[in-house]
């Protein structure tokens, strides 16, 4: 095509509306070069009529000079703005079609604004376009932000520059919301689908304006949204099953296809995102996932994903529906085969897994003898305290691992005290005798804990401390806490303290001695008088023939 040189430069030297009119007429006829450079003078200086010919003229221009007006939107904003609402249907298109080729979300409103055009070609091309719209911004959001993260805020200058890019990424964000905010207002007027699939993926800024499309009569944005997600999953999505959950119109859509999916790339969105479960409500929906076939792919489905999730993960099965025989047996397999960042998670669901199943999985750790899983596994046990505890505790004691020894050891002490005490009332006084000096064998601390039982405010725990005392010959060691109790207030722990110093001789113990004498209780009388053998001395015979008077002197 020639070019029309001599017309070219004279049109362009006119600087009157008729002028740039022709200008705009005579780019499809112009050659690349020849066109290149007169869109590129109009879109430097010409009129908002000359502008909206090169939109009218559009569909026919070049492909460099599309590109040209693509990337030069600035100056044809109010020339869109009057070519979307232009009478004749092919400046409308070509308006739609620039903005949606520029993809520049300033002009998103103007797409919402086509969505009711007269024309379906037009209400199609503005759907797809919006759609597109946001899939760019959204990509180049997730992009920025991380560019931003990864920047050196503690420089003023360099946390000032990047302060700058975060509002404007905030301000091209508020641009596609309000676009698809009356998008999905008026979704019952043009029924264009791809506008709930771009509203499922910008659902947290827009749950607002569809909790009113849920509320309305008859409102078929929720069904619409519903088969949207049903058909289109993707990472994108994980956010909107959350949130849906709270809906009762898409929960069960949600659940069911939750529950069935195995697209590993929707699942690990949804692991992404599983912070939304601090909300109470979608906390407590999530109980309604009672399947996750994704599971069933084996371990790899979880150990597939980064670092960073695993714990994510677990929390996310944790908190469905999913049942805890399942559970167990997920968090079993990870334990075996999933790395190592994965296994200490794995175990502590195990460990709040309360059932017997999980219990024997903890039996299982305990028996690798690992110095990180196995002493979560052995307190876990001793809390829950299986039958075979004891059993168990004892084998951890003979292991090579020092640790696991340690709390053994200690827990053995424990437990072999705590039966001794259980039991001590029942057993007869050689048994008593006997099981003690074994649990003096086996647990080390049984005096600091006969001084603690000894100090409880409850009388049967201090009465039984003393008794204990006196089997196990330790009231010399306790001395301090026998002669409180024989001023104890009740009256069987006053007599079982001056009972049990009959073991001892002193002058401290001549006027404990002395006191329980005339204690108002009978029984206490007696054993100060049986405490009296050890003691000997002619001082206390004229109080001794005193008693021989009472009413109970044998």
């Not at 780019?27 to 070069?33: I, V």
């Not at 020092?402 to 006084?429: K, M, N």
């Amino acid at each position: 095509m020639a070019p029309i040189l001599p017309i070219h430069d004279w049109l362009m030297g006119q600087r009157n509306p008729a002028a740039g009119d022709a200008l705009a007429a005579a780019l499809p006829y112009l050659d690349a070069e020849q066109g290149e450079a007169v869109a590129g003078f109009l879109l430097d200086g010409g009129d908002e009529q000359s502008l909206l010919g090169v939109v009218a003229e559009y569909h026919r221009l070049p492909p460099g000079v599309r590109k040209l007006c693509v990337g030069r939107t600035n100056a044809l904003f109010g020339a869109l703005g009057r070519a979307v609402k232009h009478a004749d249907p092919v400046v409308r298109g070509n308006a739609v079609d620039l903005i949606g080729e520029s993809g520049d979300v300033r002009l998103a409103y103007l797409m919402s604004a086509a969505l009711h055009d007269g024309q379906p070609r037009i209400r199609a091309a503005a759907g797809k376009y919006l759609l597109e719209l946001t899939d760019r911004h959204l990509n180049d959001h997730q992009q920025e932000l991380a560019d931003l993260a990864a920047r050196d805020w503690t420089d003023p200058g360099r946390a000032a520059a990047a302060a700058g890019d975060l509002a404007n990424i905030i301000k091209r964000l508020h641009y596609l919301i309000s676009a698809l905010q009356p998008a999905l207002g008026s979704f019952d007027q043009h029924l264009r689908t791809e506008i709930m699939e771009a509203v499922a993926w910008c659902f947290e800024h827009l749950e607002a304006e569809f909790g009113k499309q849920a509320a309305a009569t008859r409102s078929r944005a929720v069904r619409a949204v519903a088969e949207v997600f049903q058909s289109s999953l993707s990472p994108r999505m994980a956010g909107f099953a959350y949130r849906a959950l709270k809906y009762p119109e898409l929960r069960p859509v949600v659940t069911r296809t939750v529950g069935l999916c195995r697209d590993a790339a929707f699942m690990t969105g949804l692991v992404e995102q599983a912070w939304l479960t601090g909300d109470a409500g979608i906390r407590r929906m999530l109980r309604g996932i009672r399947r996750l076939d994704w599971l069933d792919l084996g371990p790899v489905t979880v150990s597939a994903l980064a670092q960073t999730q695993y714990a994510k993960a677990v929390r996310f099965v944790r908190g469905s529906g999913v049942s805890a025989e399942r559970q167990v047996e997920v968090f079993s397999e990870l334990l075996l085969a999933g790395p190592r960042p994965l296994q200490r998670p794995a175990l502590w669901a195990l460990v709040e897994l309360d059932t017997p199943a999980s219990t024997q999985a903890l039996r299982q750790v305990l028996d690798w003898d690992d110095d990180e899983l196995s002493p979560i596994a052995l307190w876990e046990l001793m809390r829950r305290r299986p039958e075979d505890l004891h059993a168990l505790l004892l084998r951890r004691l003979r292991g090579q691992k020092e640790p696991l020894r340690q709390i053994a050891g200690e827990q053995v002490c424990a437990l072999s005290f705590e039966h001794y005490w259980e039991a001590f009332d029942s057993l007869t006084d050689q048994q008593q005798v006997a099981a003690g000096q074994t649990v003096l064998k086996i647990a080390h601390d049984v005096v600091g804990r006969l001084r603690i039982k000894a100090r409880s405010e409850s009388p049967a725990q201090r009465l039984r401390a003393a008794n204990m005392a006196r089997r196990l010959e330790l009231v010399s060691t306790l001395e301090e806490e026998i002669f409180a109790l024989t001023k104890d207030p009740d009256a069987n722990v006053r007599s079982a303290a001056v009972a049990a110093l009959a073991r001892l001789d002193g002058p401290a113990v001549a006027r404990a001695v002395r006191g329980a004498l005339d204690d108002p209780d009978d029984r206490v009388q007696a054993n100060a008088v049986e405490a009296l053998e050890n003691l000997g001395g002619q001082e206390w015979t004229d109080r001794l023939l005193g008693k021989l008077q009472h009413r109970n002197s044998r």
